[in-house]
C-alpha cells in the first residue's frame, strides 16, 4: 500500500513547496518510489509537462527532485490569476476557462472527484505520496467545499504535517492559533509540526518547540534552519520574486520591469545566478535605470499589463533605450508587447478589441481562446546553440520580422529578431537555462560566463536533502505517513 502525508501551513510562503522537494529527494535517495501531489495551486508561474498540459512549477520541481517526469496529474488544478478578482482554471492539465473567485468558490466541490481521480493515479505508481496543501487551513471562512488542505486530507483520509516560518515572525501563535480555530475533526488530523526558515542556533528555539507541542499535542518533528541554496532553485511565488534581483559592482545591467501580473518570471533565475550579470528588477514608480539590455517578461493579461507599463512610463524609457542602441528581449507576453499591435476580438483577455503594442519588432498578434501548451527542443538560428523549454500562451504572432526566427525547432522558426537584431522575442520560456546558450547570449552583451545552471539546480537539491536529513525526524515522519495508506 502506497503512504502518504499532507504538508499544510500556517500561512502561505512558509516554504511548504521547498520541504517537500526536499523530502522527495531525500526519500528517493533512500530507495522509495516518491510522487508529489497538490490537489489544488495559485500560480502564474507554469511548466509544461510530458502528457502535454501544465502543472505549477513547484510541483515540476518537486517531480525532479523525486526522479520522476512531471504529470498533469501531480497538481489538476492550476488557478492562474488574470485579475484581482478572476483567474484561468486550469483542470488536470487543460484550460477550462476563466471564473471569478466567487464562482470558483462555488463550485470547486465540483472538482473534486477530478482531484481524486489524480490522486489516486499518482498513488498507484508510488511508494509515498508527498501532498501539498495551499494557503492555510487557518481560513476557516473557505472550508466550506474546500479542495485545497482539509478538505482534501478528508476526502482522501490523509494524516496532516502543519509547517510554520519562523523567519516572519510569531511563529508559536501561528502554530498554536491554527490548532485553535480548527473544527475538531480537522485539528485531529494534525499529527506533528515543523518549524522552518530558522536564522542562527536551532537550539535556541527547543524551549518554544516543547511550548508548541504542550499546547498542541502535536509531534515536533524539527527545527529547520535558513537554507540559503534555495535561491538556486526555481521560484514559484510571486513572494519570492525579490530574490531574483542581483546587484553587483559593474557587469551587465539587466532591467526587467515588474509587472502586475508577471508569468514564469523563473525564466529570470539563470540570468540572476550569473556572477557578471545585475538584475535590476523595476519596481512601479521608478524608472527603468540606464542599462545593457531590458528584458520584457511573460505576463498572464498581455493588454492589461501593456497598459499599465505605459502607465509607469516605461514605454518612454524602453523606446529612448532602444535609440540609444541598447538591446531589448521580450518572452512571451513581453514578446507580443514588442509588436505594432494586439488584437483581442474574442474578448479573451477582457473587452475585445485591438491595442497598439511598442512598435520594436515589425509583428503583429491576435489573441484566441485556444490555448498552445507544449514542450520545445531546437537551437539559436544563428548560433546552433540547444535549446529546451516549452510555450504556454494564448495567441499567435506574425509579421516580417517573423523571417528572421531568434530559434529553429521541428516545426521551423520560432520568434522575430529586428532587422539589425538588437530586438528579439521569443514564446518559449526556459531558453536561459541552456549553458550555451545563456554563455553566447551573455558573451554578445559583454559577460563572460562559464556557470551551470542545471548542474546546480541538482546540487542544490541534493543539499536541500542533507540539510532537512539533518534536521528533521525523518523516520517519524514516515511513521506518519504509515498512517495515511
Known amino acids: 500500500m502506497t503512504l502518504a502525508v499532507m504538508f499544510q501551513g500556517t500561512g502561505s510562503n512558509v516554504g511548504k513547496s521547498t520541504i517537500v522537494a526536499g523530502l522527495a529527494r531525500l526519500l528517493v535517495r533512500r530507495g522509495l518510489s516518491v510522487a508529489p501531489f497538490k490537489p489544488q495551486n495559485m500560480s502564474n508561474n507554469a511548466a509544461v509537462t510530458e502528457d502535454g498540459g501544465e502543472i505549477g512549477r513547484a510541483q515540476a520541481l518537486q517531480a525532479r527532485a523525486a526522479r520522476r517526469p512531471a504529470s498533469v496529474h501531480m497538481n489538476p488544478v492550476l488557478l492562474k490569476p488574470e485579475s484581482e478578482t478572476g483567474s484561468q482554471v486550469i483542470v ?19 472538482l473534486l472527484p477530478k482531484v481524486l481521480e489524480s490522486y489516486v493515479l499518482v498513488a498507484a505508481d508510488a511508494d509515498i505520496v508527498l501532498v501539498e496543501g495551499a494557503g492555510s487551513p487557518a481560513e476557516i471562512n473557505l472550508r466550506g467545499g474546500d479542495i485545497a ?80 541554496g534555495a535561491g538556486k532553485l526555481p521560484a514559484e511565488d510571486i513572494l519570492d520574486l525579490a530574490r531574483h534581483e542581483r546587484r553587483t559592482d559593474g557587469g551587465v545591467v ?13 525564466d529570470l533565475d539563470p540570468l540572476a545566478q550569473e556572477e557578471g550579470v545585475e538584475l535590476v528588477l523595476v519596481a ?43 538591446r531589448v528581449i521580450g518572452l512571451c507576453g513581453g514578446y507580443q508587447m514588442l509588436g505594432r499591435s494586439i488584437a483581442d476580438p474574442d474578448g479573451v483577455e477582457g473587452p475585445a478589441g485591438r491595442v497598439e503594442g511598442l512598435g520594436l519588432l515589425d ?69 536561459f537555462a541552456a549553458d550555451g546558450f545563456r554563455h553566447a547570449f551573455l558573451a554578445g552583451l559583454g559577460a563572460a560566463s562559464a556557470h551551470g545552471y542545471e548542474d546546480g539546480v541538482e546540487a542544490a537539491l541534493d543539499a536541500l536533502a542533507d540539510h532537512l536529513e539533518a534536521h528533521l525526524d525523518i523516520d517519524a515522519i514516515i511513521r506518519i505517513a504509515a498512517r495515511g495508506r
Open 92 to 110: 488536470q492539465g487543460r484550460r477550462i476557462g476563466t471564473m471569478r473567485a466567487r464562482e470558483f468558490g462555488s463550485r470547486k466541490q465540483e
Open 363 to 431: 509583428i503583429e498578434t491576435v489573441l484566441t481562446p485556444d490555448k498552445a501548451v507544449r514542450p520545445f527542443a531546437g537551437r539559436d538560428a544563428e548560433a546552433g546553440h540547444a535549446v529546451e523549454g516549452y510555450e504556454i500562451h494564448l495567441g499567435r504572432s506574425d509579421g516580417p520580422d517573423r523571417t528572421r526566427p531568434w530559434l529553429l525547432g521541428n516545426d521551423g522558426g520560432e520568434g522575430a529578431v529586428s532587422a539589425d537584431g538588437r530586438v528579439r522575442g521569443s514564446y518559449i520560456h526556459g531558453l
Open 254 to 266: 539587466i532591467a526587467v520591469p515588474r509587472l502586475p501580473r508577471i508569468a514564469n518570471f523563473d
Open 284 to 326: 512601479p514608480g521608478e524608472a527603468i535605470p540606464v542599462c545593457d539590455l531590458v528584458l520584457l517578461p511573460g505576463s498572464k493579461s498581455t493588454i492589461a499589463d501593456l497598459a499599465f507599463l505605459r502607465g509607469q512610463g516605461w514605454d518612454i524609457d524602453i523606446l529612448a533605450h532602444r535609440r540609444r542602441g541598447g
Open 149 to 228: 488542505n482539509m478538505g482534501f486530507a478528508e476526502a482522501a483520509d490523509l494524516p496532516v504535517i502543519l509547517v510554520g516560518d519562523i523567519d516572519r515572525g510569531g511563529v508559536i501563535a501561528s502554530l498554536v492559533g491554527t490548532r485553535a480555530v480548527l473544527p475538531r475533526a480537522d485539528r485531529d488530523r494534525i499529527e506533528g509540526f515543523i518549524v522552518n526558515r530558522f536564522r542562527g542556533d536551532p537550539s535556541l528555539f527547543d524551549e518554544g518547540e516543547r511550548a508548541v507541542a504542550a499546547a498542541t499535542g502535536w509531534a515536533a518533528l524539527g527545527v529547520v534552519p535558513w537554507f540559503a
